[in-house]
């Protein structure tokens, strides 16, 4: 090898070592390298006029490599050694992840198969379902959220197991569900009880749903109401009573229902739900007691029946849920048909007068015998028809006016001083309400929905809209000669607490203002109002002086 293939041969090797990581710092060993063998050149330049030998410096080359060399292996067992420990770790959950889902989707086949075969449906039918349609969905995507679900279960040890168990709690059937009840304190609160029946009455209902389709080919032998029945009917009855369905027929349909409380056959542990969540049950039970705008039951059993909604719409505070506007929505259009009568129910004679069982009616109402929230507005109509024989409370009577009605009793909203007059509280829910009215008199602009209220409602919702900065429909509610712009202009009905009806020859409500807003409203503002007679001879409210 000459001098030549020597130093290409190095240049090679230096090449190669540039391309080395970072860590192994070529740079700094090569410079190492230069610097050592210029100094060598001088040293024997001084000593000795010897000619270098080529082998000179190769061996310091040779040393250095070697110290290069090892570093490169003390740094990539560094390196290389804690990537091995993570590529195992993760090996190891991938092997964890693996056997759980193995382990689960058999539990999860086992569970499946027994809930078809207590419910007694083809599985083409019950893979159709919904609530096992969306559940098995769910298992079949596991092996794809398998490194998310790695993830959390690294930060959770706990998270597949609960998974695990929520996914096969969904293949509970009603009766399994029921039976829950039964782990429950003695006596379950009503949190407890409307967590239960949103669980439950998803799928229950469900079940029944199926059930009632079934029911559509044997219409013609229920309608006849034969001594026995088909063997297949009879079977179809039998299970779906296992699961607390009940066999109804509605005045155009059969189909089941579920009752697992109120009916017959009902557990005695169903006793430790707390009672003001029956409302909710006894709707799943019964649906809707309107049918085509007509009572489906009489008027007693339909009143008895919203009376025990009453309770469950007092109770729960939870407004914005879709089982609580349901059962809102069944009070108020029932207890409307009732008060103003049906067609196969009509309140009135042939001649116009009211029926001796209608005042009978309006009396037990007023007397609380179908509960509370109804109480006032029967015996109104009483005293008007007593006084006049007619009544202007019946007639303008609306859906709003009945869920007042629930709304004093939730929030002990009117209370009655010591000199016998009321005041009310503006708290959240009256504003929300007053909302409610304001958004609707909005969208419709309806002057009727004005004409029909009290003072204080009036008062209310003056503040909402004046609170707003709603000018037009704040104007609405004064006579003509009070203009709207010599009223003080304040942030919103929240600057308000209270109302008081004060006493004296005029109708007047003084509204009391919080603290923070004293500086720009005045301790109150003190509202008369004035009745106003309408062109059809009809009376309302409107605000007539406002006072700070």
């Known amino acids: 090898m000459d001098d030549k293939q020597f130093e290409k041969r190095m240049e ?52 250095c490599i070697a110290s ?10 560094y390196v290389i050694n804690p990537l091995t420990f993570v590529q195992t770790a993760e090996q190891e959950q991938e092997k964890v992840y693996e056997e759980w889902l193995s382990n689960f989707t058999k539990e ?32 079949d995507s596991l092996p794809k959220r398998k490194e998310l679900f790695q993830d959390v279960q690294n930060r959770n040890d706990n998270f597949l197991n609960s998974l695990a168990k929520n996914t096969l709690d969904n293949l509970q059937t009603p009766r399994e569900q029921i039976q829950l009840i039964e782990t429950y304190g003695n006596l379950m609160s009503f949190e407890e009880s409307y967590f239960f029946y949103s669980g439950y009455s998803y799928s229950a209902e469900e079940i029944a749903n199926y059930y009632s389709n079934k029911l559509v080919q044997y219409e013609k032998v229920l309608s006849q109401k ?117 067609e196969t129910n009509p309140i009135r004679t042939k001649t116009g007068q009211y029926k001796p069982e209608y005042i009978d009616l309006l009396t037990i109402i007023a007397n609380g015998g179908y509960g509370e929230a109804m109480r006032k507005t029967a015996q109104s109509i009483l005293d008007e028809i007593k006084v006049t024989g007619q009544s202007k409370t019946l007639k303008q009577l609306t859906t709003y006016d009945i869920w007042m009605g629930i709304l004093y009793l939730r929030e002990d909203t009117f209370m009655q001083t010591d000199d016998g007059t009321t005041s009310m509280e503006i708290n959240e829910g009256w504003i929300e309400q007053t909302k409610s009215l304001y958004d609707e008199y909005v969208k419709t602009k309806n002057d009727a929905i004005i004409e029909t209220l009290n003072p204080f409602n009036i008062v209310s919702l003056f503040l909402y809209a004046h609170g707003v900065g709603d000018r037009d429909i704040a104007q609405r509610l004064l006579t003509d000669d009070l203009d709207i712009n010599t009223v003080v202009q304040f942030g919103g009905m929240d600057n308000f607490k209270a109302l008081y009806e004060m006493g004296g020859s005029s109708l ?35 605000i007539s002086a406002i006072n700070e």
């Open 108 to 139: 999860y086949k086992e569970k499946r198969e027994q809930m078809r075969k207590e419910l007694d449906i083809p599985e083409k039918e019950f893979s159709e379902i919904s609530l096992v349609q969306t559940t098995d969905n769910e298992v």
């Open 508 to 542: 007047s409500i003084r509204a009391i203002v919080k603290g923070a807003a004293q500086g720009v409203v005045g301790q109150q503002l003190s509202f008369e109002l004035t009745p106003v007679v309408t062109e059809n001879g009809e009376q309302h409210y409107r």
């Open 68 to 77: 290069v060399l090892l570093v490169g292996v003390l740094v990539s067992s």
């Open 226 to 342: 034969p001594k026995s029945l088909p063997a297949d009917l009879n079977k179809l009855i039998a299970t779906a009573k296992e699961q607390y369905l009940e066999l109804q027929y509605n005045g155009q349909s059969y189909s089941f229902r579920p009752n697992p409380v109120l009916g017959k056959d009902a557990p005695e542990y169903i006793e430790r739900l707390h009672p003001n969540v029956l409302g909710y049950f006894k709707y799943l039970a019964t649906g809707s007691l309107l049918v085509g705008g007509d009572l489906l039951y009489s008027i007693e059993d339909s009143a008895t029946v919203l009376r025990l909604y009453e309770k469950t719409l007092v109770a729960d505070k939870s407004t914005e849920t879709d089982n609580f506007n349901v059962l809102k929505g069944e009070f108020e259009n029932t207890w409307l048909a009732i008060f103003k009568g049906t």
């Open 12 to 63: 090679l090797l230096k090449k190669s070592y540039d391309c080395m990581e970072p860590q192994l710092d070529p740079k700094t060993v090569f410079a190492q390298i230069e610097a050592e063998d210029a100094a060598q050149q001088s040293q024997e330049t001084v000593t000795t006029q010897k000619p270098p030998s080529r082998w000179q410096k190769p061996a310091v080359w040779i040393a």
